[in-house]
T-cell receptor, first 114, second 113 residues
Framework: DTGVSQDPRHKITKRGQNVTFRCDPISEHNRLYWYRQTLGQGPEFLTYFQNEAQLEKSRLLSDRFSAERPKGSFSTLEIQRTEQGDSAMYLC????????????FGPGTRLTVT | AQTVTQSQPEMSVQEAETVTLSCTYDTSESDYYLFWYKQPPSRQMILVIRQEAYKQQNATENRFSVNFQKAAKSFSLKISDSQLGDAAMYFCAYRSANNDMRFGAGTRLTVKP
């Protein structure tokens, strides 16, 4: 399977704990995006990388959130001191520098904070 | 900031019939891309169709076509010969030239056999 993969698919954690999610993009894609999707809503942009550089961050990305893409390949999204409001699906997408920069999505990581 | 509005939270269509999903957007830019994504239940989001704003011709992909009205900032999706497998959430998305991507709230499509 050469699509975007995410790990884990589901995560249940207690409030106050830290969690880390991983995304592996399509291998030839140099752009990687993180989104958050709550129930019944469309994805909301969090941040994106071009190679290893983090080029844009949404105001939704509070200081408890940090993302990295150390070698321009996989990326991690860490949430520190989780809150119940962080419960959501976290989606990763990747794209190449093609004409339309189509984004290909992974299956997501569903986070539940209890 | 760009916004995307999908005014139909739910739509229903009979199998083999045609359905149109609506989307409007707000932007001051002239160069952008528009997309329709499909998200089946518990499955990942996949691209259905895309439209470049500079193209006047409406995009078509098999049973899926769009009606792009740039002046009206409207971008509707028509699904012809609906199939049971078309049942999903459909999201309209706008991507600006600086790669900022915005999604609508989605339309849940039900296909009745």
């Amino acid at each position: 399977d050469t699509g975007v993969s995410q790990d884990p698919r589901h995560k249940i954690t207690k409030r106050g704990q830290n969690v880390t999610f991983r995304c592996d993009p399509i291998s030839e894609h140099n752009r990687l995006y993180w989104y958050r999707q709550t129930l019944g809503q469309g994805p909301e942009f969090l941040t994106y990388f071009q190679n290893e550089a983090q080029l844009e961050k949404s105001r939704l990305l509070s200081d408890r959130f940090s993302a990295e893409r150390p070698k321009g390949s996989f990326s991690t999204l860490e949430i520190q001191r989780t809150e119940q409001g962080d419960s959501a699906m976290y989606l990763c997408a990747s794209s190449s520098r093609g004409v339309s920069y189509e984004q290909y999505f992974g299956p997501g990581t569903r986070l539940t904070v209890t | 900031a760009q916004t995307v509005t999908q005014s139909q939270p739910e739509m229903s269509v009979q199998e083999a019939e045609t359905v149109t999903l609506s989307c409007t957007y707000d932007t001051s830019e002239s160069d952008y891309y528009l997309f329709w994504y499909k998200q089946p239940p518990s499955r990942q989001m996949i691209l259905v169709i895309r439209q470049e704003a500079y193209k006047q011709q409406n995009a078509t992909e098999n049973r899926f076509s769009v009606n792009f009205q740039k002046a009206a900032k409207s971008f509707s999706l028509k699904i012809s010969d609906s199939q049971l497998g078309d049942a999903a959430m459909y999201f309209c998305a706008y991507r600006s030239a600086n790669n900022d991507m915005r999604f609508g709230a989605g339309t849940r499509l039900t296909v009745k056999p």
